[in-house]
């Protein structure tokens, strides 16, 4: 019997990363207390190193290895190139915010990088167990993550539901993907596609495993009704934490349902279209009519997170190139607004201060106006406002609605973001037109200085050039769909 | 082009680099030099928008000074910019008001100078650009954009009630764009991936589509121009904003309203806009006779004025629904006009609130023993908001009235009636601050206008009265535009 070892090539970054994380645990224990910056460098250098190989080894030809259970096309490989920056740059935002909380340890960077190899892994998975297991590592090191500052109560609470919720969908997906395999006898994203092609199989079986699949997926991008963890999860973490799981899992989660709705079960659109639509409608109303009432601006973003999963659903449900790259970019807009919301919110917390109430944006504009403007074309952007970023989301994402002669969804949506808009106006009503409260100084590091500026100069300079970025997405779902 | 440049976007981006500029200018330690390079902006804009009036060739109806570069390619939006004669005096209006805008905060504005004065810059760049942009999504743009200034200039230097009409400026007019954006992109899916406005010119279109387009573009420009029942925010907005901020709102913004009925409703939807105009009509004559009503009744001078305006730009939208050259040129004509006249009605409230820091009539009484050269110009502005002939104020309502006794008699009847009703609440209002005897102790100590404030007054009674006595640069230039648009009009596109 001769067995063929499988061709690892398009596999080097995620084995280079798995490696690494070692590399950072064991370094961190030999450095110590003293020297934990190790750990903090070598994974940026793990990232770096990821981004570099998955760089060179860019082409525009889909690979599968592992016996067709990992792929290697272009859309992961943009996926995974936003994932890495980031990760990066939630590594960045986060390290002062860290340190002075007593989680600048070894364990918090390795439990990053596990889950960024989780969401790799989700990324680049074409069958269903490939799927499961990237989703089980990413959101094990997330659980892990949330609790990482264990004598907090909130922290241990919200890692609580989080965990319970979170294995109650995991389950759920788990039970969809048995009655998939009950009806078309394969777990292979190709092969169930092929056999729904078929048409021979129970149409019945395969809805029910439909209807827990999509179930899953909504509360792994916490879209309503499956969102009731986000908002005590996001108030509970550590913000650095809330950070992580609020921006880079979305690039995962949209790779995840790529996979398994698109490439899986594209055949049978017409039964998920409809579950979508629903999805997506009532995420955007109880997103956007429940952040108003917050004033815990953690909480709040959680709400307008959900309501940004909702328009990211109604993206997919025009089921074509269109929409599919529509949703692509508006998952890039909503990641770049979100870390630079959560970076200002990082850098307004002090030691024992974490500036999670909305007051505490109260007269930023004159403690800083930097850092308010950049906060202002944040919330701008957040409510669609042109000339940011988040408007052409919503423009693109509003013509594959409408390309899809679903003209009433659309109407639903507009006058959803106006009641929106409300929210995000008030952060910048506090910023402007309130006097300030507090006036201690927002000294952060340079390198938080310069991304952040960065960060908030992308917003806008996507917003005045969004060609590259809309070219990017379509391109990259032209070559692997 | 000027000195191988391209006009319009000179015009659209030389003020908001400008005002970029000042913005660096930091801190309140740095004022004057906010002030100094504002100042010299605005001036600068105006300049080299007047090529525009110059090179404008008012024999063609086509768009002049036309630029068209690929900016998104992915949905073939374009940077497409033109003026044509509806467009082009917009332009210069708006490039007229912002130094004297600048000039009007000069010393009233203490603190945040150069945040004020950059936004003041930036929001006229980007107003140019409403006015320039024959894109749909471009135009778009610059229309949101435009709330983003307004909103700061209201929340941050405006009175007690500040955040609350900021909020509701915002909303209210986000609400009314967002469905026009929703047309926007029906019309690209219709058109077969366009946004090009004179893509949707030609663009045939069944009835059903080109009602809720109309609905749709009627609410985001509704709101704007405003008129009646969707006028609530306007008071608000104007009683809060500061001085600068009034008149760029009374002045400007609101011409953005009317301008879109012209460039998108009536062109893109031409059978709607006819099925529909009885309708508009009766919502224009509601604005012109029921808040000519409610301005009566006002007892602060910025809230009349305010419904004034809306008074005013009810004649507007009547204007265009008459679909007859009169009634088109005069309510062009109206727009220009109320720019000025506004403007100076606001400067004027301005410099007796910058004095007493009251607005409420019954606060003031015999101004003009203590101002005399400031009841002058007051009288004179009172005058042409009520449309005496040979003012400003009088050409365009003369016309619009002019066009609706073409239509209908009742129509012009209670037109007409604006007449009454205006010169009765400018000139009560007028008479109860500025004559009579001296009221209080605070009156008394009143100080004439200074220079700047002279220079600012005169320049724009120069405005008023000029356009009153020879309109004919300014109807020379739309006239083609306008005829050629009403042909437009009246083709089915059924």
């Given at each position: 019997?001769?067995?063929?070892?499988?061709?690892?090539?398009?596999?080097?970054?995620?084995?280079?990363?798995l490696v690494m994380v070692c590399v950072v645990m064991l370094a961190?224990?030999?450095?110590?207390?003293?020297?934990?910056?190790?750990?903090?460098?070598?994974?940026?250098?793990?990232?770096?190193?990821?981004?570099?190989?998955?760089?060179?080894?860019?082409?525009?030809?889909?690979?599968y290895t592992f016996s067709g259970m990992f792929v290697d096309d272009v859309m992961s490989d943009i996926l995974k190139l936003m994932v890495y920056g980031t990760v990066a740059s939630v590594l960045v935002y986060s390290r002062s915010y860290i340190?002075?909380?007593?989680?600048?340890?070894?364990?918090?960077?390795?439990?990053?990088?596990?889950?960024?190899?989780?969401?790799?892994?989700?990324?680049?998975?074409?069958?269903?167990?490939?799927?499961?297991?990237?989703?089980?590592?990413?959101?094990?090191?997330?659980?892990?993550?949330?609790?990482?500052?264990?004598?907090?109560?909130?922290?241990?609470?919200?890692?609580?539901k989080f965990f319970i919720l979170g294995a109650l969908a995991s389950g759920f997906l788990l039970y969809g993907m048995s009655m998939v395999y009950g009806a078309t006898g394969s777990l292979h994203v190709a092969a169930v596609s092929e056999a729904i092609k078929s048409g021979v199989m129970s149409h019945e079986v395969?809805?029910?495993?439909?209807?827990?699949?999509?179930a899953g997926i909504s509360f792994k991008l916490s879209a309503a009704p499956f969102h009731m963890w986000a908002p005590d999860v996001y108030e509970g973490s550590p913000t650095a934490v809330t950070l992580f799981i609020g921006s880079a899992p979305k690039l995962?989660?949209?790779?995840?349902?790529?996979?398994?709705?698109?490439?899986?079960?594209?055949?049978?659109?017409?039964?998920w279209q409809g579950m979508l639509v629903i999805l997506a409608v009532m995420s955007m109303a109880i997103g956007n009519i429940a952040a108003i009432a917050q004033t815990n601006i953690k909480r709040m973003l959680a709400y307008s997170t959900i309501s940004h999963m909702g328009f990211l659903i109604l993206g997919l449900i025009s089921a074509d190139t269109n929409g599919y790259s529509s949703a692509m970019f508006y998952t890039f807009a909503y990641v770049l607004m979100t870390l630079g919301t959560f970076a200002i919110i990082l850098m307004l917390s002090r030691d024992g201060f974490e500036?999670?109430?909305?007051?505490?944006?109260?007269?930023?504009?004159?403690?800083?106006?930097?850092?308010?403007?950049?906060?202002?074309?944040?919330?701008?952007?957040?409510?669609?406002?042109?000339?940011?970023?988040?408007?052409?989301?919503?423009?693109?994402?509003?013509?594959?609605?409408?390309?899809?002669?679903?003209?009433?969804?659309?109407?639903?949506?507009?006058?959803?973001?106006?009641?929106?808009?409300?929210?995000?106006?008030?952060?910048?009503?506090?910023?402007?037109?309130?006097?300030?409260?507090?006036?201690?100084?927002?000294?952060?590091?340079?390198?938080?200085?310069?991304?952040?500026?960065?960060?908030?100069?992308?917003?806008?300079?996507?917003?005045?050039?969004?060609?590259?970025?809309?070219?990017?997405?379509?391109?990259?779902?032209?070559?692997?769909? | 082009m000027l000195f191988g440049l391209p006009l319009l976007s000179l015009v659209i981006w030389l003020p908001i680099v400008v005002g970029l500029v000042v913005f660096a200018t930091g801190s309140d330690r740095n004022a004057q030099l906010a002030r100094l390079i504002a100042i010299a902006g605005s001036i600068l804009g105006f300049l080299v928008a007047i090529p525009l009036y110059l090179q404008f060739d008012s024999a063609l109806s086509t768009m002049q000074f036309v630029e068209h570069h690929a900016w998104v390619e992915r949905f073939n939006i374009n940077?497409?910019?033109?003026?044509?004669?509806?467009?082009?005096?917009?332009?210069?209006?708006?490039?007229?008001?912002?130094?004297?805008?600048?000039?009007?905060?000069?010393?009233?504005?203490?603190?945040?100078?150069?945040?004020?004065?950059?936004?003041?810059?930036?929001?006229?760049?980007?107003?140019?650009g409403v006015f320039a942009s024959l894109d749909a999504v471009l135009f778009y743009v610059f229309w949101e954009a435009s709330l983003i200034p307004m909103f700061l200039i209201i929340g941050i230097w405006g009175g007690p009630n500040r955040v609350y009409a900021a909020i509701k400026f915002f909303l209210y007019t986000l609400l009314g764009s967002l469905l026009m954006l929703v047309a926007f992109i029906?019309?690209?899916?219709?058109?077969?991936?366009?946004?090009?406005?004179?893509?949707?010119?030609?663009?045939?279109?069944?009835?059903?589509?080109?009602?809720?387009?109309?609905?749709?573009?009627?609410?985001?420009?509704?709101?704007?121009?405003?008129?009646?029942?969707?006028?609530?925010?306007?008071?608000?907005?104007?009683?809060?904003?500061?001085?600068?901020?009034?008149?760029?709102?009374?002045?400007?913004?609101?011409?953005?309203?009317?301008?879109?009925?012209?460039?998108?409703?009536?062109?893109?939807?031409?059978?709607?806009?006819?099925?529909?105009?009885?309708?508009?009509?009766?919502?224009?004559?509601?604005?012109?006779?029921?808040?000519?009503?409610?301005?009566?009744?006002?007892?602060?001078?910025?809230?009349?004025?305010?419904?004034?305006s809306v008074a005013h730009m009810g004649f507007v939208t009547l204007g265009f629904f008459l679909f007859n050259a009169y009634g088109l040129e005069g309510a062009m004509v109206q727009m220009i006009s109320h720019g000025f006249i506004s403007g100076a009605m606001f400067l004027c409230v301005g410099v007796l609130y910058d004095r007493l820091h009251s607005r409420q009539i019954a606060d003031y009484g015999g101004v003009a023993n203590k101002m005399p050269i400031f009841a002058a110009f007051f009288m004179l502005f009172a005058m042409a908001n009520a449309g005496l002939p040979g003012t400003s104020g009088f050409v365009g309502e003369f016309m619009v009235i002019m066009g609706s006794v073409k239509v209908s008699f009742w129509y012009a009847f209670l037109a007409a009636t604006t007449l009454i009703f205006g010169a009765a609440y400018t000139l009560w209002m007028y008479k109860r601050v500025i004559f009579g005897e001296v009221a209080n102790a605070a009156v008394e100590g009143l100080k004439d206008v200074n220079k700047r404030e002279f220079a600012i007054l005169a320049i724009l009674a120069i405005a008023v009265i000029w356009l009153g006595v020879y309109p004919f640069p300014l109807t020379e230039v739309m006239h083609a535009t306008v005829d050629d648009l009403l042909a437009h009009v009246a083709q089915s596109k059924l």
């Open positions: 019997m001769n067995i063929q070892p499988p061709d690892l090539t398009s596999a080097y970054p995620e084995i280079f990363l961190d224990l030999v450095a110590g207390e003293k020297k934990r910056y190790v750990a903090y460098y070598l994974s940026h250098f793990a990232l770096l190193g990821c981004a570099f190989l998955t760089f060179t080894s860019f082409s525009t030809e889909t690979t340190s002075l909380r007593g989680m600048y340890t070894g364990e918090f960077f390795s439990l990053i990088l596990f889950a960024t190899l989780g969401m790799m892994v989700m990324i680049s998975a074409s069958h269903f167990l490939t799927l499961y297991i990237g989703l089980e590592l990413l959101s094990l090191s997330l659980y892990a993550l949330v609790a990482l500052r264990r004598n907090t109560v909130t922290a241990t609470e919200a890692a609580m395969l809805v029910i495993g439909l209807v827990f699949i999509v995962a989660a949209f790779g995840f349902v790529m996979r398994l709705l698109v490439e899986g079960m594209g055949e049978m659109v017409d039964d500036a999670d109430n909305i007051n505490d944006f109260k007269g930023l504009s004159k403690r800083n106006p930097w850092y308010a403007f950049i906060t202002m074309v944040m919330m701008l952007s957040m409510a669609g406002i042109p000339p940011m970023i988040g408007f052409y989301a919503k423009l693109s994402v509003l013509q594959a609605v409408l390309a899809a002669g679903f003209v009433w969804v659309a109407i639903v949506a507009v006058l959803l973001s106006v009641i929106g808009a409300f929210y995000y106006l008030r952060i910048i009503k506090l910023m402007y037109f309130d006097a300030p409260e507090s006036d201690a100084p927002i000294k952060p590091s340079i390198d938080v200085r310069v991304l952040v500026t960065v960060n908030g100069l992308a917003v806008i300079a996507f917003g005045l050039f969004p060609q590259s970025l809309m070219a990017l997405s379509l391109f990259a779902i032209e070559q692997s769909m | 940077y497409f910019l033109g003026v044509d004669g509806i467009s082009m005096p917009l332009i210069l209006l708006n490039c007229f008001t912002t130094p004297l805008v600048v000039l009007a905060g000069w010393q009233v504005i203490k603190e945040r100078v150069s945040q004020y004065m950059g936004a003041f810059l930036i929001m006229s760049g980007i107003v140019n029906y019309l690209y899916q219709t058109s077969g991936g366009s946004f090009s406005i004179l893509d949707y010119h030609q663009l045939p279109l069944p009835m059903e589509p080109q009602i809720l387009i109309f609905i749709a573009m009627l609410l985001a420009f509704a709101v704007k121009v405003p008129m009646w029942p969707v006028h609530t925010w306007l008071p608000d907005a104007h009683v809060e904003a500061p001085t600068g901020g009034s008149i760029i709102l009374a002045a400007i913004l609101l011409k953005m309203g009317g301008y879109g009925f012209l460039r998108f409703s009536l062109p893109i939807v031409p059978d709607a806009s006819q099925y529909l105009a009885t309708m508009m009509i009766v919502l224009s004559l509601i604005g012109v006779v029921y808040i000519g009503i409610v301005a009566l009744m006002q007892v602060d001078m910025k809230k009349l004025i305010a419904y004034s």
